[in-house]
């Protein structure tokens, strides 16, 4: 494994070197002129990741049609409904898109390159920017070709895989209401099921939303239900799990466990969720509803916890509320161990970007996959209250003698106030214009050409805001500056320094394992 870490931390150096002088060797250009493509294209945009399904509107929109006079139709299986049925179908039928965005490991890369579905785009990126990510590019394609480039990986990193990839707050998280936490006198809470009482008392406390709906501990969605209840893996990354097919794994190396053994983690979340509905916590919309319903629903207040920072943090506080004292934030389980992401110099295979072999203009495409990778796109493209970047260069932040900083629209819009978005940046609000394509091509954690993180969050412009009240009460009881403070200063957190393309052997055996038994002897999980 030292071995694996050091070829790793050697890869990561090389890339370093090699995007340094290429930076500072090439002048470049994030500026397309949209008469060199005359004709307007929408394209099919097949995303397995996206949480919206249309075309998509707003800001991002008047971007990509002002650089590359295009429109992005984006083609969701998570919003469609099918999922992987929907893949299956449409790969049989010999098209699944113009643009592609799936799980890219080699099983499914080769699949899709054997049905002839994949352009070779070696010949379109040989001369771009993106080759900077050379090695990241090759070690997901040679397994197929020497030569020929069929996808890139996503979250590529010029940092080492010991590294983490997190910003001020973690992926995944136990985040509650604070302020009602508090209200009920913070009550400490020493395993995962001790929540449960907590968060009946502060429903008990405030049982109804500024709307006047019910409040509930816990609001699910079934979009990215697949191999596992999604709902259901979640938690477990508190305890430093990640998945593998049907295996749970201890990002240490310490622990495999199907997800099917009756005293596995897995079966452990979904008693706590049966227990949660014995108690009324659990929202009943839960089984039919989507993504954006829960989203909705927490930046209306209806929810007291949430699974991630990016789902109750970002929907729910805004500076109006978070200035009251009001809002989301990680309030610590005495047994939990937090997985963090390792960063990882060769990307993330299982999420990647491709074009269809059918396409009408692959060089266009190539050249819009390029942009995704340079500075401005990654700036547009991934940008996201509280674990995203800040958005456009000129509407959201601007360059300073101090480095970068938010514009007054920007705090703005990065509030959840979700203000109107200039006329000659498309117009419309500025949620409505935020890029569905739900994929960063870089680590954000990485630094852009300006030297700094592009976690707007990590800036140290943002660090030195005032503080709101939430953010006084918080840092007070956990003596601590941010969510990734707290868990480093007390070593709650294990590093996955491995991407899901490569696990051990023993892990391998016992996804095998447990879907032979899935196979052979099919139960009800939770009985």
């Not at 049905?115 to 090695?135: N, P, R, T, V």
């Amino acid at each position: 494994m030292k071995t694996i870490y050091r070829r790793l931390a050697a890869t990561a150096a090389i890339l370093a070197l090699t995007a340094m002088i290429l930076y500072h060797a090439i002048e470049r250009s994030d500026s397309f002129d949209a008469k060199t493509y005359e004709k307007t294209l929408t394209i099919d945009v097949f995303d397995t990741l996206a949480n919206y399904q249309g075309i998509q509107s707003g800001w991002f929109a008047q971007l990509v049609l002002d650089k590359f006079n295009m429109r992005l139709n984006i083609i969701a299986p998570n919003i469609a409904g099918g999922g992987d049925t929907m893949y299956q179908t449409r790969t049989a039928a010999g098209e699944l898109g113009d643009l592609i965005i799936c799980n890219g490991n080699n099983s499914n890369l080769q699949e899709l390159v054997r049905a002839g579905l994949l352009y070779d785009m070696s010949g379109l990126l040989k001369d771009k920017d993106i080759m900077q990510y050379e090695l990241a590019i090759r070690a997901l394609n040679d397994p197929i070709s020497d030569t020929a480039v069929y996808a890139v990986p996503s979250e590529i990193s010029l940092r080492t895989c010991l590294d983490h990839s997190e910003n001020e707050e973690p992926i995944y998280g136990p985040y509650l209401r604070y302020d009602l936490y508090t209200a009920i006198g913070a009550p400490r809470m020493e395993t995962l099921e001790d929540l449960l009482p907590v968060l009946k008392k502060m429903q008990d406390v405030n049982p109804v939303s500024e709307s006047g709906d019910p409040i509930y501990g816990f609001s699910l969605f079934k979009d990215w239900d697949g191999n596992m209840m999604n709902a259901a893996k979640q938690p477990a990354c508190f305890y430093g799990y990640e998945e593998y097919g049907f295996v749970l794994y201890k990002v240490d190396g310490s622990e495999y466990q199907s997800i099917l053994d009756a005293d596995s983690i897995y079966q452990r979340i979904l008693k706590f969720y049966f227990e949660a509905n014995r108690m009324g916590l659990l929202d009943p919309d839960s089984p039919n509803q989507k993504y954006t319903d829960a989203y909705q629903k927490c930046a209306d207040g209806d929810v007291l916890f949430s699974c991630w920072p990016w789902l109750g943090k970002s929907a729910y506080n805004t500076e109006a509320r978070t200035g009251q004292g009001s809002g989301f934030m990680l309030v610590p389980v005495e047994d939990m161990q937090i997985m963090l992401k390792g960063c990882l110099p060769l990307g993330d295979a299982g999420k990647a970007i491709a074009i269809g072999a059918n396409a009408e203009d692959p060089e266009r495409l190539a050249a819009f996959i390029d942009w995704l990778y340079s500075p401005e796109g990654i700036y547009a493209n991934s940008a996201q209250p509280v674990t995203g970047t800040a958005g456009p260069e000129g509407l959201t932040w601007e360059m300073t003698d101090n480095g970068p900083a938010l514009t007054p629209f920007g705090t703005r819009a990065l509030s959840n106030e979700n203000p109107q978005v200039p006329a000659d940046w498309g117009g419309g609000t500025w949620n409505a214009g935020i890029s569905r394509l739900n994929f960063n091509g870089v680590a954000l954690i990485d630094n852009a050409p300006n030297g700094y993180p592009y976690f707007y969050t990590l800036w140290d412009s943002y660090r030195q805001r005032p503080a709101t009240a939430l953010d006084l009460a918080w840092r007070q009881n956990m003596q601590a500056e941010s969510s990734l403070d707290y868990l480093m200063t007390h070593g709650k957190y294990l590093i996955c320094p491995v991407s899901t393309t490569r696990l051990p052997a023993k892990a391998r055996r016992s996804q095998l394992s447990a879907a032979s038994a899935a196979i052979s002897s099919p139960s009800t999980p939770g009985k």
